[in-house]
């Protein structure tokens, strides 16, 4: 894939590989839950994510999965990158698995016109 973009830094190029590493090994539900944090990370506003929901609860009465603690990362990641970082992450999501990428171009399509 042939980008004029600057090349990432090799920290956020590790966080993409780890995240796209965790995602190869995730089940089915797991990547659903995955794509609509996504989702709601691309439109924010327009959908409520999942996983805001859950932080608000403030269940305290277990230990966070190992799946929990890769979405918090995730989270915390994403956050810290530029838009042609995450621009970039959805690329190399979309080398790696175009069907699920596709569905996460539908959903955002699907969010146009939503207040």
């Known amino acids: 894939m042939a980008r004029d973009a600057a090349p990432l830094s090799y920290v ?28 709601a990370k691309a439109v924010p506003g327009k959908v409520c994510s999942l996983l ?27 956050e810290s990158w530029s838009e042609e970082e995450r621009n970039g992450f959805l690329g190399s999501l979309e080398e790696t698995e175009p069907s699920f990428t596709a569905r996460f171009y539908n959903e955002v399509a699907g969010t146009a016109g939503r207040d």
């Open 12 to 39: 956020t190029l590790q966080e993409q590989r780890c995240v796209l590493g965790w995602f190869r090994g995730w089940a089915a539900a797991q990547r659903e839950r995955f794509l609509q944090d996504l989702v």
């Open 52 to 78: 805001d929901q859950l932080g608000a609860m403030q269940v305290k009465d277990r230990l966070p999965s190992i799946f929990e603690c890769q979405l918090r990362l995730w989270s915390q990641w994403f």
